[in-house]
């Protein structure tokens, strides 16, 4: 079955770099999304990108975040400038032909920021 | 904001009890889905129900909605130790293309 693969599995910055997050996303879907989960606390959603742009996004992604699908697999999450309150699993998702549609997520890469 | 609320947040049955987890919203919903997910890992979609269904199978599970409480349960029969995982309501609202969790649901099913 076709799955959505997140690279790096674990990522450890130091506050203040960059860091770009990963994500294949199933190949004939069309909607992506970013979420996180601080640990022990609940999936908070970041953003949808659709049709190469954000469709929505939550008060957390401010302008520290950006997404790009720079070719046609790939979509990243880049987060400049991180703090430690930055540190916790990002998750990738991505549904097929409505956002009514299941979504289906990666394993998440587990971000620590020092 | 549409975020769910789950209770219990925890629970601990032995195998082959039944678990129930509850879960209630604030706005309208397009449709809720549940969701699991096992410890260090993705989410994994369990069961879709839109705001027009009131219930929904698929194998152990079953999921009732009422719109009119604005809360949502899962039932999994006959649980078994694999079914150990955390368990999540999501909401998608008509008005937007986000999907907003709760808290979830730490299940516990003791062989």
């Known amino acids: 079955e076709p799955e959505v693969t997140q690279t790096p599995s674990h990522q450890v910055t130091q506050m203040g770099q960059e860091v770009i997050l990963r994500c294949v996303p199933i190949?004939?879907?069309?909607?992506f999304y970013w979420y996180r989960q601080i640990l022990g606390q609940k999936v908070e959603f970041l953003v949808s990108?659709?049709?190469?742009?954000?469709?929505?996004k939550s008060e957390i992604f401010d302008d520290q975040f950006s997404v790009e699908r720079p070719d046609g697999s790939n979509f990243t999450l880049k987060i400049r400038s991180t703090k430690l309150e930055d540190s916790a699993m990002y998750f990738c998702a991505s549904s097929g032909t409505g956002v009514e549609q299941p979504q289906h997520f990666g394993d998440g890469t587990r971000l620590s920021i020092l | 904001s549409q975020q769910g609320e789950e209770d219990p947040q925890a629970l601990s049955i032995q195998e082959g009890e039944n678990a129930t987890m509850n879960c209630s919203y604030k706005t309208s919903i397009n449709n809720l889905q549940w969701y699991r997910q096992n410890s260090g890992r993705g989410l994994v979609h369990l069961i879709l129900?839109?705001?027009?269904?009131r219930e929904k199978h698929s194998g152990r599970l079953r999921v009732t909605l009422d719109t009119s409480k604005k809360s949502s349960s899962l039932l999994i029969t006959a649980s078994r130790a694999a079914d150990t995982a955390s368990y999540f309501c999501a909401m998608l609202s008509y008005n937007n293309n986000d999907m907003r969790f709760g808290a979830g649901t730490r299940l516990t099913v003791k062989p």
């Open positions: 990108f659709y049709n190469n742009e954000i469709s929505e």
């Open positions: 190949s004939n879907h069309l909607y």
């Open positions: 129900i839109r705001s027009n269904e």
